[in-house]
Each structure stands twice: as structure tokens, then as C-alpha cells.
């Protein structure tokens, strides 16, 4: 494809806004050409600032009347599976939020059917696009290879939920119009078997810590089971499919201003320490200290800090949806593998009953 990747925008809030519209306006490859949002005042007024030439009502009259080659809708995860199966029956290829849906079934449902399709589907797990934690995979992927540090034996991951995940950056466009109310747009249920009391922690483990629950899965190129919770519900215990234990932990220790989420993946003969940054931090990646031993007796461990470039994540997210639409590539995060992670919650759910 030698022209321009024309996009269509379903939503423009906070995210859609600040983490989407803003960076695929900054890709010289491709052009933002409509936006279908219900706020007809606020998404005339995104248009304006971003050059979006048509506005919509909706997802469907944007599919029905534009000339597209892929969309990028970023709307809340319960909406979804309203309007992700009408953008795949369009043969679009599609960018989402996380989680893609709210259950693994209408998740599972989703993927598979883009699939039939052949339709690129992609999540927006925007720390796979971190350069550090890129570089990070590819060490751990090496040294399971290569067998040269032995074998990995214990992940840890932690992440408090609190701080500052916005890091400055600014109010979106918000003229406070209400959306209206479309018939038949019914949120998506918490699934029927999570207890009422519980169906909070799930919706607020699906929103935030599922970052977590994916990024630990594509450092260490495996999948895992979770085995346990603890009662507090501060840390989740999971066996990946080689045997390593995996710890996320999940308590609040205060912090507001800053932002802390850590990475420690263990192996026989050395370690990878990985630290992300805020979400929001524009031009600011994570860092990663990379300790080996040597095999020398009474020998410091060989101490590695790699330069990283200081490239925003979301920003790097956008310019590889608009590379796989351009060149047919696949993308690093498929809906294959935000199936994985609806499926983890609801282990973590499980668990937690388990555990009463």
C-alpha cells in the first residue's frame, strides 16, 4: 500500500484523545480522515484541532459512508462487543483498548471471528512498545535459548494501585455534551458466575492490573496458569508452562506523585531488572539493568545498563498499527493474546473464591 493509511477514530475521550488521536496525528504515513463520537460539539471540535475531515454519529454510518483502511476505536471496554464485530464484517483491520472486551467467552468470540475474517486486530497493550521492554524480551528470549545463564526460575512483577499515571499531561477537548442513548447498546455483563461482591475486583483487575497480566507473558515468551491469591488480594501466584513461578504484587504503599512498576525475571545465572514508566509520560521509556555471572569464583556478576531511547510507548504503538495496515504485517499484540488475559482474571477470580 504506497498511499496514505486513511483512519477512522470511533471515540474521542481521555484516551482516545491524549493516547491515540494525538500520535496518529503525528505519523506522516497516514491520514485521519473521520471520527464517529456522539458528542457532536466536542468531536467538531477534535476534528477541527486534529484535521479530521468528516464526523460521524456513530460507528456504523462512519463504516457505511467513509473510505477507509483501518480503524482505531478506543471507547470503554464494555462497548466493545457492540461495535468490534461490525468493523470486523467491514474487513477493516482494527485497533481497541484494553481489555478488548469484558469476559474471555465474548473475547474468545471476537478473535475468532476477525480470524475467519482475516482481519488484523490489535490490541492496545501499548508496553509491548516500550523500547525497554523490547529489549528486555529479547535478552530473556536469548538467555532461554542459549541456555547460557540456566534456567529462568522466578518472575516477579510489582505494581501498587496508585500514582501518578497521567504525568502532567494535559485536559482533553470536553465541551460537556451529553452522548446520546442508541437502542440496543447495551453494556456488556460481568459474567453470571463471579459472585456480586466480587464482580468490583474484577472489573477494576480487568481495567488496570491486565497491563501487568499481559507485558509478564510477552517478556517471558510463555504462557501461565494462576495457582493462588491471597485472601487480601495483594498478591497472585502463577506457574508458567516451564515451571517458573511467577509473583504479581499488587499492594498499595502510598507514592501518589510517582509512578512505580518493576520487573525482576530471575534465572539459574543472572537476573533482568525492568522498570516502565507512567503511561501518560510523553518521550519517556523504561530502563533495564541486566545482571550475568561470570563463572569466575569470588567475581562481581557482570553488570549491564543498556542506552534506551527515549520513545513514548503509545506514540510507538500507533506507528506499528499504521506499518501493519500499510505493509500487511501482523502486529506484536494480537487479539489471540488479550483472549489470554480475560482468561488469567478470570483464573484470579477463581482463585480468590478459593481462597474464602
Given amino acids: 500500500m504506497s498511499k496514505k493509511v486513511r483512519l477512522g477514530f470511533v471515540g474521542c475521550g481521555y484516551m482516545g484523545q491524549l493516547a491515540h488521536i494525538s500520535n496518529y496525528a503525528m505519523i506522516t504515513d497516514c491520514e485521519l480522515v473521520a471520527l464517529a463520537e456522539g458528542r457532536q460539539n466536542t468531536a467538531k471540535a477534535?476534528?477541527?484541532?486534529?484535521?479530521?475531515?468528516?464526523?460521524?454519529?456513530?460507528?456504523?454510518?462512519?463504516?457505511?459512508?467513509?473510505?477507509?483502511?483501518?480503524?482505531?476505536?478506543?471507547?470503554?471496554?464494555?462497548?466493545?462487543?457492540?461495535?468490534?464485530?461490525?468493523?470486523i464484517n467491514a474487513g477493516l483491520p482494527l485497533a481497541t483498548e484494553k481489555p478488548m472486551c469484558v469476559s474471555y467467552e465474548t473475547s474468545r468470540?471476537?478473535?475468532?471471528?476477525?480470524?475467519?475474517?482475516?482481519?488484523?486486530?490489535?490490541i492496545g497493550y501499548m508496553k509491548r512498545h516500550d523500547p525497554a521492554a523490547k529489549l528486555a524480551r529479547e535478552t530473556i528470549l536469548k538467555w532461554k535459548e542459549s541456555d547460557d545463564c540456566g534456567k529462568m526460575n522466578y518472575i516477579r512483577a510489582t505494581m501498587p494501585p496508585s500514582g501518578d499515571w497521567t504525568y502532567f499531561i494535559e485536559d482533553p477537548i470536553n465541551l460537556g455534551d451529553a452522548p446520546p442513548?442508541?437502542?440496543?447498546?447495551?453494556?456488556?455483563?460481568?459474567?453470571?458466575?463471579?459472585?456480586e461482591n466480587m464482580r468490583t475486583l474484577y472489573d477494576d483487575f480487568i481495567n488496570y492490573y491486565i497491563h501487568q497480566v499481559n507485558l509478564i507473558r510477552y517478556l517471558i515468551g510463555e504462557n501461565y496458569t494462576v495457582n493462588y491469591v491471597d485472601p487480601g488480594k495483594k498478591v497472585m501466584v502463577a506457574t508458567s508452562d516451564s515451571g517458573a513461578t511467577i509473583i504479581l504484587e499488587?499492594?498499595?504503599?502510598?507514592?501518589?506523585?510517582?509512578?512505580?512498576?518493576?520487573?525482576?525475571?530471575?534465572?539459574?545465572?543472572?537476573?533482568?531488572?525492568?522498570?516502565?514508566?507512567?503511561?501518560l509520560a510523553r518521550q519517556r521509556a523504561g530502563s533495564v539493568r541486566i545482571y550475568k555471572e561470570?563463572?569466575?569464583?569470588?567475581?562481581?556478576?557482570?553488570?549491564?545498563?543498556?542506552?534506551i531511547p527515549q520513545k513514548w510507548c503509545f506514540l510507538e504503538q500507533a506507528r506499528h498499527f499504521v506499518d501493519c495496515v500499510s505493509n500487511n504485517k501482523p502486529t506484536i499484540s494480537p487479539a489471540s493474546e488479550a483472549v489470554k488475559d480475560l482468561e488469567i482474571s478470570e483464573q484470579f477470580i477463581r482463585c480468590v473464591m478459593g481462597s474464602k
Avoid at 484541532?49 to 476505536?73: F, P, T
Avoid at 442513548?181 to 459472585?195: H, K, L, S
Wanted: glycine share 6%; hydrophobic share 35%.
Fill in 109 to 122: 468470540q471476537m478473535a475468532e471471528y476477525a480470524e475467519e475474517k482475516g482481519v488484523l486486530y490489535q
Fill in 181 to 195: 442513548t442508541y437502542e440496543n447498546e447495551t453494556p456488556e455483563q460481568i459474567p453470571e458466575w463471579i459472585p
Fill in 46 to 87: 477534535v476534528a477541527n484541532k486534529y484535521g479530521i475531515a468528516n464526523v460521524y454519529s456513530n460507528h456504523k454510518e462512519m463504516l457505511e459512508k467513509a473510505d477507509l483502511d483501518g480503524v482505531v476505536a478506543i471507547m470503554w471496554y464494555t462497548l466493545y462487543h457492540r461495535v468490534v464485530p461490525d468493523i
Fill in 250 to 279: 499488587m499492594a498499595n504503599y502510598g507514592l501518589q506523585n510517582t509512578w512505580q512498576e518493576f520487573y525482576k525475571i530471575c534465572f539459574e545465572k543472572g537476573k533482568i531488572d525492568l522498570q516502565m514508566p507512567a503511561p
Fill in 294 to 307: 561470570t563463572g569466575l569464583v569470588s567475581s562481581e556478576p557482570e553488570t549491564i545498563e543498556p542506552f
